[in-house]
Structure formats: structure tokens, C-alpha cells
């Protein structure tokens, strides 16, 4: 007999103790029961953002992921929805894997023949129970309302890896050809059979009926990504302006396993990188070889923007996960059988060949300006009044780079179990070593892009803290479970601190 997968993951979030957690972030996405990893199928549909992403609901007991959903009309507030994506076909049974959404409108949706304005991509993981060989194929599902979600029945789109690849080829993105109106391209993340990573192309009209245009090229890379790892994760494509040149870029974000650049940084076993060049057919000019981690935290993978309606243009927003690899091994597992929760969206921008990201959520600040704005801060610990008796909040502060002599930052929990957040000239420093969690890097000292402003803006929730340094030059996401009876958190100042401006707000769990 086949298993109801649908009512067996509604009996798991039913019987889910998340809520009593106290380390479960309030102001996140997060699952409502079991694990989360990567985003998926990101879309804002008029004033409602759409946020999907693997859950696997029985998780410690089984692993088998479906496409989670929750959605928000203000970044802050998330609703949690019923699963829509489940894997009980006979292409996915094994789990709905990653991918991406699109959004049509007017003619787009004629023309498509499902006749859906939401169409989600994904990979089916289907794994042989007796040889436990793998099969990847790229499928869709549609979906009128984003209540209903129904899956193509021409499934899969895709059916296998194309010759000369293995079956780790997975994660479809899927965007418009803005060079060739009425054309889409889907971007897959693969592994050639000499065992490196890649991405192909495949290009169609009507979304179900896909062809293989080739591998993704880098000429003048000097053939820096040639051989970049063994496996290339969630690949995926963005256009930005260059604020400093006004010229379009198209950024390439992707999670290449198994490279070891010689330089500072990629301390994650498994990196999220960035290049910024010029999409010509299947080649993307330009990039000179250089590439960039998107965020230095420890937990950070998989990010993706948010699809919208062409009509409907607004600012480029990215999520990511806030975990990555397999860490599953937190706190939370215990305490409430979850683990793992998505970033807060970041605006996306691009300034002199460099990601610019900054939290996107904006309400008004209501817990005001902290009192030691205006003042010449000496050497010591000093609590934030603004945020005392808060776990979850957003604090930004801007210093004054001649008048300040010290290091400075912040301390987020208690004596015996906290985070610190320093601020060291150029260096910007992390240690969560007497934290709960720290099994896979406990400290991190990041140097800062050149001509970085001291501008410090943290955003804590619970068990989730997101550092960003120097109005979104630098990102640093990491899981902090600090102890759980702490709260706010304390200015550190060693030498004089001379703060100009500073906002604060704080969250309710609701
Ligand atoms: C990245 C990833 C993807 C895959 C998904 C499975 O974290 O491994 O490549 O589609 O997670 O959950």
C-alpha cells in the first residue's frame, strides 16, 4: 500500500512542539516541524511574499524532503501553510529537491500550457531501493492561487542527466531570456563524469519543453572554474546595475563543493561564492576568475532572490539558509524536534563589482535611539536599555572611525553562555565559543573590505543572528544559542567609543 504522505506530514506539524521552543526564532522563516534546509521558489505576488523550501518533517526519524511554505506580507511575520510540494511520485520519491519559481503574467500565462501564472521547478530525487543508484529529473508543479498546487502531469520535464554528467545534476533555476523575449533558460547545478562541478543551460518556450544548449562557460577566467570542486549546488543567475558605472552585470551565485582557494576565508566545508560577468549565449565573459563568498558566517548556503512579475519590479531580494552541510546537531533538536531556519531577505545591490546586502525588513524603529548615542563611550561593558528584557531585535549603530581608538561590539547573553561581536579597525571578529552550539567553528576574524564605514547592524532572533558590517558590505550569519534566560545585549568598548547614530526595534514572538 502506498503511504499518505500528505496526511503524514500534517500529523507531524500537528503534533509539533515548536512553538514552546524558546531558542525558535520569531521574526524568521522556519519549519514548523522537523529540518529545513535551502530556499526554494521564492516569489512575491502582490503584497505577499511567498517563501518554499526544503522540510523534511519527520526529521531526526527519516529524511525525505518536501517543499515547505509560509508566507508574509512584511518579512517580519510569517505564516506557516500546508506542505506544497509532496514526494509521492513515482519521479520524486525519494524527495522534492531544489529549485526556483517564476512568475508570468498576461500573455506569459497564455502562452504556457499549463496556463498557471506560478510555476515551481524542481529537482525529483528518485534513489533505486535495491542499488541505491540515483535519478535526477527537473519537474513542475503549477499553481493558480499558491493555495493549490498541482504537479505537471508531462512530468518529469527533464527526465535524467544529460551524456557526460552524473545524476548529481539538480536545482533548477529557471528566468526569463531578457536578450530573447518569450524565451526562458533553466540554469542546473551538476557534476561531469570526471567528477567536477558545473552548471549547464537549457532553453524553451512554453516552460514544459526544454533543450540543452551546453555547459556554462567562463572564457577569460583564466580557467578558474574549470575544475572548482566536485559538485556545483543551487546555481543561480542575477542581473544588477553597478551603482558606480550604471552597467549591467549578471551575477552568478553558486555552492561549489570541495574547493580550497588559498586565501582567507571558505572555513565552511561547504562555500557559497559569487562571480560578475556578462551573459553571452552559454558563456559568461568577463568575470576575470574572481570570485567572492557571499556571507563569511558559518551557517549560510544555498540563497536565491525572490521571483516577481515583471510589471510588479521592485528591489532584488535574497534569503539564504542559515545552516549548512550537515550541522544538524543543535539545541533545538532536542527541545523541539526542528533544526535550521532561513535568513532574513536581504536587498541586493552591486558597487564596484562587490554584493552590497542589507536586511530588507524595515518597520518603523520603535525602541528609539540608544542613550549612548551622542556620547564619548569609555572602555567598558554597558547594557542597551533599549533591548532589555528582548530575544529577538535589530540594533544598528554608527561610529565615528577618528574619534573611536578601540575595538568595540557587542556581547549577546550571559557571562557564562554568549556571542561576541567585535569590531577591530578592519577586522571584524565572531567568537560563539561558550555558546550552545559551536561544533563547527566556534571563532571567525574577517578581515573588511577596503574603505569599510564602522557601521555595525545586528539583527538577533533567539537562536539566529545575522551580522552586517559597513551598510551591507560584509555579511556574517550565524546560529547563536546563547543562554536562554538572557536578554538584550551589551555594548563592549575597549579604548573610546565616540557612537553618532543608532536605531533600535525589537520582536514579539506572536
Ligand atoms: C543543497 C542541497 C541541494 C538539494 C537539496 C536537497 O543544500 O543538497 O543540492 O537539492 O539540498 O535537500
Redesign the pocket.
Known sequence: MTEDLKRLSQEAIAASAVADDPDYPCFHVVPPVGRL??PNGLLVDGDTYHAFY?L?PFHPHRKL?YWGHSSSTDLLHWRHHAPAVIPDSSYDLS?A???NAIVLEGHEVDAAPTRAPFQLF??G?LKDPVTDERTASQCLVTSGDLTDFAKWPGNPLIPAHAEGYTS?Y??PQVFRDPDRPGEYRMLI?VQRADETGAAVLYRSRDLVSWELEGELSFPGAGGAFDAFGY?W??PGLVRLKDEDTGEDWDVLIW?PQGITPDREGFENI?PCVYTVGHLVGTELRDTGGVFHEVDRGFEF??PQVFARRPSEPGPVLLTG?A?N?SEDDQPSIETGQWVHALTMPRILSLKAGRLIQCPAASLPYDAGEPALVGECVKAGLYEIDELSGHRSWQLRLEADAEQTTGPWGLQIGSDDSHVDITLDRQVLRVDRSTSRYAQHGSVRSVTLPEGCAPVLEVIHDRSLTEVFVGDGALVLTLRSFVDVNSTGARLMVDGDLALTAGSTRTFAPS
Open positions: 534546509n535551502d526544503q523534511s524532503v524527495g529537491y531544489s529549485g524542481y529537482t530525487n548529481h539538480r536545482d547545478g559538485m549546488e543551487c555552492c561547504f548556503y544555498a539558509w545552516g552541510a
